[in-house]
Nanobody, 116 residues
Framework: QVQLVESGGGLVQPGGPLRPSCTAF????????MGWYRQAPGKQRELVES???????NYADSVKGRFTISKYNAKNTVGMQMNNLKPEDTAVYYC??????????WGQGTQVTVSS
């Protein structure tokens, strides 16, 4: 059984950084991509960023230049460096690991709150 565990969310002032990470426990065969989604209150879940097994990255326009995704294969971990955070970045952030067979594993979510 695969379990994704997220950590590193929290409360930060506007302009500050955070560095959440997500680690998969259990075996995931043929991992294709790792990514982060977020869901703000009253809004749909949206893709923030993703990285494939060949290290191709994709970022939402709203976070380009501020967020960076990194993967650590040996540790089955994906990290997200969040810089220059804005109040509109406030949301629950979920990690997502996907296989080449389109099977998806989700984390439980970590709250990020940007407020002064």
């Amino acid at each position: 059984q695969v379990q994704l565990v997220e950590s590193g969310g929290g409360l930060v002032q506007p302009g500050g950084p955070l560095r959440p990470s997500c680690t998969a426990f259990g075996t995931i065969s043929t991992l294709y991509s790792m990514g982060w989604y977020r869901q703000a209150p009253g809004k749909q879940r949206e893709l923030v960023e993703s990285i494939t097994s060949s290290k191709n990255t994709n970022y939402a326009d709203s976070v380009k230049g501020r967020f960076t995704i990194s993967k650590y294969n040996a540790k089955n971990t994906v990290g997200m460096q969040m810089n220059n955070l804005k109040p509109e970045d406030t949301a629950v952030y979920y990690c997502d690991f996907r296989t080449f067979l389109s099977q998806s594993y989700w984390g439980q979510g970590t709250q990020v709150t940007v407020s002064s």
